[in-house]
């Protein structure tokens, strides 16, 4: 089968989007599939790198995310590769200039469209021109429109299908498939961090890893951390990755007068990602706002426990204390962290969360994938009213270019 995947995100930048398509993609490959990446231009990606089955469109950064950009042009273009590849498939990553551009492809060559809902865009629209432009009641008229036409859209979690459902998304299936985790990427470590943040081994390492925004509420983590060294004073907390919040964590942690306890490391590289949650002790999230488990099942894989607030997702898949504590408050996470620094790593905890992760690594995860391709293509019909010329006519080409402009223009 040869598919195409269409999004605005894809490496070197890094994000749980991206990790996401590129595990799909490599496991699809290794079952023999063919599969052509659509995305955005990157400035630490030059105009003559050659990259294989990957192909960019001219972008700009977007003003609500400086580190995540937006295609504005490469309508025709796309067209013409798709046609040239022969796609079975589009899967669009993004609802916006990509996934736009996807479901167009998909219109032209008459091959269906289905989507992956990644985004719990009522968290994020604070954002975009301060919530002035898009504002949380719009999403589910967007998030509708968008999926308008498409023959079905995969939900990462019980609670992402939730949201789509009470969006009135109730026309095409809606399967549930949790991302899955590459098992063999997650090696041995190949850095000696111990050396690297100056930690001595056998020092109690609570991990904070993702992108550092506002709504990832890590200032939780922070605080809970301070009352954690009144018990566990050697303790230390790597806060890894960056985004818009890291200032405003750092002041936080200057005014807490916690500098050699508490640890920001930068983005880091995705092949290093294991490394860091060998490091740990615990890894922790504090956010309310997840809507898939890849970084908990990545820290499983990598036979750490974890702390994470209630969740759909995470309800299924916390069966045992091996596995990580689930909490709804400032106390209860605290205390739980206090656990697990304090809980020896014991083989009998090592078999629970390896029985935890293996029905989503990424093989399940492309098996699961695939077999709802396969689903749409046959349930796929050709609508025999299209039109068949090769070419754009104006009026569609300025809805097209419009819509490139501004996502979130109503038409």
């Known amino acids: ?31 023999g599939h063919s599969v052509y990446i659509f995305t955005t231009t990157d400035p630490k990606v030059g105009k003559d790198d050659h990259e294989k089955n990957i192909y960019r469109f001219s972008s700009l950064p977007y003003f609500g995310f400086k580190d995540r950009r937006l295609t504005f ?55 975009v021109a301060k919530g002035m432009i898009i504002r949380p009641s719009a999403v589910s008229h967007l998030v509708k429109a968008y999926l308008k036409s498409m023959e079905g859209c995969i939900a990462p979690s019980e609670r992402v299908k939730e949201s789509l459902l009470s969006y009135g998304v109730d026309d095409i299936p809606i399967p549930v498939i949790p991302t899955g985790v590459a098992m063999k990427e997650l090696g041995e470590a190949q850095t000696d ?32 951390f301070s009352e954690v060294l009144e018990q566990v004073p050697d303790a230390k907390l790597l806060i890894a990755g960056d985004g818009p919040a ?17 640890i920001f490391t930068g983005m880091i590289d995705h092949d290093e990602v294991a490394n860091y949650y060998k490091l740990a002790s615990v890894f922790v999230s504090s956010s309310d706002s ?44 605290l205390d739980a ?24 690594d990424a093989a399940t995860f492309e098996k699961r994938v695939f077999d709802f391709y396969e689903q749409v293509i046959n349930d796929y019909q050709k609508d025999e009213q299209a039109d068949d010329s090769d070419q754009l006519n104006d009026e569609e080409i300025g809805y097209i270019k419009r819509l490139l402009r501004n996502p979130f223009r109503r038409n």
């Not at 195409?4 to 699809?28: E, M, N």
């Not at 890291?246 to 508490?262: A, C, M, P």
């Not at 426990?305 to 106390?331: E, K, M, Q, R």
Request: some cysteine.
């Open 290 to 333: 997840e809507t898939q488990g890849l970084t908990f099942i990545e820290a499983l894989a990598c036979d750490r426990p974890f702390v994470a607030i209630h969740s759909p997702y995470l309800d299924n898949l916390v069966t045992d204390s091996a596995i990580g504590t689930l909490v709804d408050d400032y106390d209860e996470f």
């Open 337 to 360: 962290v206090l656990a697990y620094l304090k809980r020896p790593l014991s083989k009998q905890d090592e078999e629970v969360r390896q029985h935890a992760v293996k029905n989503v």
């Open 193 to 224: 961090l111990h050396a690297k943040y100056n930690i001595k081994p056998g020092t109690p390492v609570v991990l904070s890893l993702g992108r550092l925004a506002f709504e990832k509420n890590i200032t939780m983590t922070i605080s809970a």
């Open 246 to 262: 890291k200032k405003s964590l750092q002041d936080q942690v200057e005014d807490l007068g916690l500098q050699d306890s508490i």
């Open 1 to 31: 089968m040869k598919v195409g995947l269409f999004t605005d995100t894809y490496f070197p930048q890094v994000s749980g989007v991206a990790t996401s398509i590129q595990t799909l993609k490599d496991a699809l490959e290794e079952a």
């Open 73 to 127: 042009r490469g309508l025709i273009q796309a067209v013409e590769i798709a046609r040239e590849l022969e796609l079975d498939i589009v899967h669009t990553q993004t609802e916006f200039s990509l996934g736009l551009i996807g479901k167009y492809v998909a219109r032209r060559l008459k091959i269906p469209a289905i989507h992956t809902y990644h985004t719990q865009y009522e968290d994020y629209t604070h954002y």
